[in-house]
């Protein structure tokens, strides 16, 4: 059972690596070239690669678990930025 944990995990970890690559190029396309974009995959791509690498049968590796999370502008980037982007919008209330 250990092949199938190294597939499964392999193959999680290549889609996960394939949608933060397509995170990262919205990333790049909107926010540095400033260019009108499609948006972003929330969470998915990260949330993808932390089960790989929790599931490949590896302690080194299960312990970067958080890793993907991290990297994965769709993941925590993603939602900090739009979160400060929406505080920053907000106008304030007169009371």
């Known amino acids: 059972m250990l092949w199938l944990r190294w597939i499964v995990g392999g193959a999680l970890l ?3 690596s394939w949608l933060a690559g397509l995170n990262g190029y919205v990333f790049w396309k909107g926010c540095v070239r400033r260019e009108q ?3 972003w995959i ?4 990260g ?3 932390v089960a790989a690498l ?3 049968p ?3 590796v299960n312990r ?3 890793l993907p999370l991290v990297l994965d502008w769709g993941s925590l980037p993603g939602i900090i930025f739009t979160v400060c982007w929406h505080v920053a919008r907000a106008k304030p209330r007169s009371g």
Request: proline share 5%; glycine share 14%; no cysteine.
């Open 64 to 66: 970067w678990w958080w």
């Open 54 to 56: 929790t599931i490949i």
């Open 14 to 16: 290549a889609l996960s």
């Open 37 to 39: 974009t499609s948006s």
């Open 42 to 45: 929330p969470v998915l791509g």
């Open 58 to 60: 590896v302690v080194t």
């Open 47 to 49: 949330g993808l690669g």
